[in-house]
T-cell receptor
C-alpha cells in the first residue's frame, strides 16, 4: 500500500458545485495532516491543517479519521479560483520535518 | 506574514557551471527545507536545517551542497549538474521543534532550473 493515496482526478465541476476529495494513508504513526493547493507552475500553498475533530474554514471543511487512516476535503460553492491541484500532505511517522505528499487531485471549476 | 522568498526565479546553467540558489524568511522560523519538484509530481525533500544545523539529507548527490549562513538564510550550491536535475527547486520554512504540532511548512515561489 502506498504511503498516501489520492484520486488523481481530474475533477471538472461547474461553479457553485460541491466537491469532495479523499486521501488514505498507510502509516498510523503520522501525526500532522494538511491540505495544500498548488496552482500550475507555482509553489504549494497551505490551505488548511486537518484536526481530529474536523475543521472548517469558510467554504472548506477538512476531516480526519485516524481509525480508518483517511482524510477528506470538502469544497462548497466552488469558485473559478478554486481550480488547482489539491495535495494531501502528512508528516511521516516519527518526524515532524518529513512530509509525505500525495500525488495531488486536479480540480477544474468551469463557468 | 508567511513569506518565503527565493532568488533567482529562473536559472539556466551548463553542466560545468557553478551557481547558487538563495532562500530567505523573516518569520523567525528555525527549520528550513530544500525540495525538488519535477513536472506533475509532488515535491521531494532534499535537505532539512534545524537551528542552522543540517539535520536531514535525503541521500542527495554531492553536486548539491546546502548552506545555512544564519537563521534567515538558506543557500543551495550547485556544481556539475546533469540535465535530469532540471526541476523546480522549492525552499520552505517552519517554526521547528519548539513550534508544536502541527509544524506547518510555508513554501517559497521556487527557482525553475534548467540544466543544458
Amino acid at each position: 500500500r502506498k504511503e498516501v493515496e489520492q484520486d488523481p482526478g481530474p475533477f471538472n465541476v461547474p461553479e457553485g458545485a460541491t466537491v469532495a476529495f479523499n486521501c488514505t494513508y498507510s502509516n498510523s504513526a503520522s501525526q500532522s495532516f494538511f491540505w495544500y493547493r498548488q496552482d500550475c507552475r507555482k509553489e504549494p500553498k497551505l490551505l488548511m491543517s486537518v484536526y481530529s475533530s474536523g475543521n472548517e474554514d469558510g467554504r472548506f471543511t477538512a476531516q480526519l479519521n485516524r481509525a480508518s487512516q483517511y482524510i477528506s476535503l470538502l469544497i462548497r460553492d466552488s469558485k473559478l479560483s478554486d481550480s488547482a491541484t489539491y495535495l494531501c500532505v502528512l508528516t511521516r511517522g516519527g518526524s515532524n520535518y518529513k512530509l509525505t505528499f500525495g500525488k495531488g487531485t486536479l480540480l477544474t471549476v468551469n463557468p | 506574514d508567511t513569506e518565503v522568498t527565493q532568488t533567482p526565479k529562473h536559472l539556466v546553467m551548463g553542466m560545468t557551471n557553478k551557481k547558487s540558489l538563495k532562500c530567505e524568511q523573516h518569520m523567525g522560523h528555525r527549520a528550513m527545507y530544500w525540495y525538488k519538484q519535477k513536472a506533475k509530481k509532488p515535491p521531494e525533500l532534499m535537505f532539512v536545517y534545524s537551528y542552522e544545523k543540517l539535520s536531514i539529507n535525503e541521500s542527495v548527490p554531492s553536486r548539491f551542497s546546502p548552506e545555512c549562513p544564519n537563521s534567515s538564510l538558506l543557500n543551495l550550491h550547485l556544481h556539475a549538474l546533469q540535465p535530469e536535475d532540471s526541476a523546480l527547486y522549492l525552499c520552505a520554512s517552519s517554526q521547528g521543534p519548539a513550534g508544536g504540532v502541527p509544524d506547518t511548512q510555508y513554501f517559497g515561489p521556487g527557482t525553475r532550473l534548467t540544466v543544458l
